[in-house]
Structure formats: structure tokens, C-alpha cells
């Protein structure tokens, strides 16, 4: 169980904030909608707030019945998901709505957890370690960044590419799954936070240490600093940023 759970969500921009944190007394599930590109036709007539929230109702309604794997959790949400669209959503287009998913929930003395995309998972470990668990097959497609549209999405959701949760339930068995034990706190990042250490230079033991210390308002602060400060590294100047942390109680 988590003794406590905090979190902070800020939208990068003017724009409804893709992001979506939920909880229950035992998991935390961290989710980042994937923003359309400009000019491109995702197929749906449902946008990507939509689509996150719904998903995030899904996965909170899976993890509140459900003892199986976090992988068959995910893969029960994304079908639900896809039963409430219309019949007018082509869901076989591969820039239809999707999100990024870091989950995690905690069993008899250990904290599994499945990352989908590039949200990752950091573990405080009792004795003082720091573990990250993360999905970088988005860092690995071919010809290095900066990609162009058509190739990110003929590679979204297809072997040898990246997965993301949106209109293919088999993306669920593609996330990065395990489970540690000895935690005393875990925190769940979009990566609007994470380029904390991806672009600004902190080490994952710095986030701990400022998600436990200083809490996850805190880290976002860090993060619009930085950003105005020193600019991105790529892409857009702000991200929507959501941070949480959760503190492990005794299990």
C-alpha cells in the first residue's frame, strides 16, 4: 500500500493539458497523450484529452477489480477504450489517439510496474538506491532524431518501432514490466519533468531527492525555471509536465 500519495500537473501551453494522474490506495498510473502533429488526420473524431480519460477511467476501474498482470490490465483498459468510439473513428489509422503509460502498484512486499512509451519509473530503494525503469525504443528509430511525421508514424506501435497506448490492445504486452522490492518511494514522470535529467543535467537521484523532499510542485517549478532559463533541447520550449510521488507504506 502507499502510505501517501502527491502529485502536480501543469499544461505546457495554452492547450487543454494532456496529461492525467490517478490513484487508488494501492497504484499510480501517470498518463501523457501523445499531441497530433499539425495538418495530420488522426482518423477520430474524439480528441486526445478524450482518449486519456477515458483510459485513465478504464485502467482506475481494472486496478480496482483486478488481480491480474499490470500488462493484462492495460490491455482490458485500451479494449474498453476502443469499444467507446464511434463508428465513425478509423481506428486502424496509426496517428488515431494514443498516451504514454507508467503504472505501477504494490503487492505483498514488492512495487510492480509497467512503463509504455516515454514516461518513466524511478524507485527510491530502502537503502538509499536509485532505480529507473524506462521505455527508450521512442530514442532508437531509424536515421536519429529529429524524425519527420511519416516516419514516426509508420513506426508507432510496429515491431521494431514504439508502442503507445491507444487503438491496439496487443501494445499492452509490449510495455516494459517487473516488480522491486525493498522500496520506500516511487515516482511516475511524463517526460515534460523527466528532461530534468534528459536535458538539464540532474541525476535521477537529484529528482528523488527533490520529489521527496520538496515534492512534485516543487520539481515542476525546477523544470519551467530551466526551460525558461536555457531553452529546450528540441521540440516544444514547454511540455506538459505531471509528477508524482508515491511514499510505500509497511506491506
Same mark, same amino acid.
Given at each position: 500500500?502507499?502510505?501517501?500519495?502527491?502529485?502536480?500537473?501543469?499544461?505546457?501551453?495554452?492547450?487543454?493539458?494532456?496529461?492525467?494522474?490517478?490513484?487508488?490506495?494501492?497504484?499510480?498510473?501517470?498518463?501523457?497523450?501523445?499531441?497530433?502533429?499539425?495538418?495530420?488526420?488522426? /482518423? =477520430?473524431?474524439?480528441?486526445?484529452?478524450?482518449?486519456?480519460?477515458?483510459? /485513465?477511467?478504464?485502467?482506475?476501474?481494472?486496478? $480496482?477489480?483486478?488481480?491480474?498482470?499490470? $500488462?493484462?490490465?492495460?490491455?482490458?483498459?485500451?479494449?474498453?477504450?476502443?469499444?467507446?468510439?464511434?463508428?465513425? =473513428?478509423?481506428?486502424?489509422?496509426?496517428? $488515431?489517439?494514443?498516451?504514454?503509460?507508467?503504472?505501477?502498484?504494490?503487492?505483498?512486499?514488492?512495487?510492480?510496474?509497467?512503463?509504455?512509451?516515454?514516461?518513466?519509473?524511478?524507485?527510491?530503494?530502502?537503502?538509499?538506491?536509485?532505480?529507473?525503469?524506462?521505455?527508450?525504443?521512442?530514442?532508437?528509430?531509424?536515421?536519429?532524431?529529429?524524425?519527420?511525421?511519416?516516419?514516426?508514424?509508420?513506426?508507432?506501435?510496429?515491431? +521494431? +518501432?514504439?508502442?503507445?497506448?491507444?487503438?491496439?490492445?496487443?501494445?499492452?504486452?509490449?510495455?516494459? =514490466?517487473?516488480?522491486?522490492?525493498?522500496?520506500?518511494?516511487?515516482?511516475?514522470?511524463?517526460?515534460?519533468? $523527466?528532461?530534468?535529467?534528459?536535458?538539464?543535467?540532474?541525476?535521477?537521484?537529484?529528482?528523488?531527492?527533490?520529489?521527496? /523532499?520538496?515534492?512534485?510542485?516543487?520539481?515542476?517549478?525546477?523544470?519551467?525555471?530551466?526551460?525558461?532559463?536555457?531553452?529546450?533541447?528540441?521540440?516544444?520550449?514547454?511540455?506538459?509536465?505531471?509528477?508524482?510521488? +508515491?511514499?510505500?507504506?509497511?506491506?
Amino acid at each position: 500500500m502507499f502510505a501517501e500519495v502527491a502529485h502536480a500537473s501543469r499544461p505546457g501551453s495554452e492547450r487543454p493539458n494532456e496529461d492525467l494522474m490517478i490513484a487508488g490506495p494501492s497504484w499510480i498510473v501517470v498518463l501523457d497523450g501523445a499531441t497530433a502533429a499539425t495538418g495530420v488526420d488522426s /482518423g =477520430c473524431v474524439h480528441d486526445v484529452p478524450w482518449l486519456v480519460a477515458r483510459l /485513465g477511467g478504464a485502467l482506475a476501474a481494472e486496478l $480496482s477489480r483486478s488481480e491480474t498482470s499490470l $500488462s493484462g490490465i492495460l490491455e482490458a483498459a485500451i479494449e474498453t477504450v476502443i469499444a467507446a468510439h464511434s463508428d465513425a =473513428c478509423d481506428l486502424g489509422n496509426p496517428d $488515431s489517439p494514443s498516451a504514454t503509460v507508467a503504472m505501477v502498484r504494490s503487492v505483498e512486499g514488492r512495487v510492480e510496474y509497467l512503463v509504455l512509451g516515454d514516461s518513466p519509473v524511478v524507485f527510491a530503494l530502502a537503502d538509499g538506491g536509485v532505480r529507473v525503469v524506462s521505455d527508450d525504443r521512442l530514442e532508437g528509430l531509424p536515421g536519429g532524431r529529429p524524425y519527420t511525421v511519416e516516419l514516426v508514424r509508420r513506426m508507432r506501435n510496429a515491431p +521494431g +518501432g514504439f508502442w503507445v497506448a491507444g487503438s491496439r490492445p496487443e501494445a499492452a504486452r509490449q510495455g516494459v =514490466c517487473g516488480a522491486v522490492t525493498d522500496v520506500r518511494g516511487v515516482g511516475l514522470l511524463t517526460d515534460g519533468v $523527466s528532461r530534468l535529467v534528459e536535458w538539464y543535467g540532474w541525476s535521477w537521484s537529484d529528482l528523488v531527492a527533490a520529489l521527496e /523532499g520538496k515534492g512534485p510542485e516543487a520539481v515542476i517549478r525546477a523544470v519551467r525555471e530551466l526551460e525558461r532559463t536555457r531553452g529546450p533541447v528540441r521540440g516544444k520550449r514547454h511540455d506538459d509536465a505531471t509528477a508524482a510521488w +508515491g511514499r510505500v507504506g509497511h506491506m
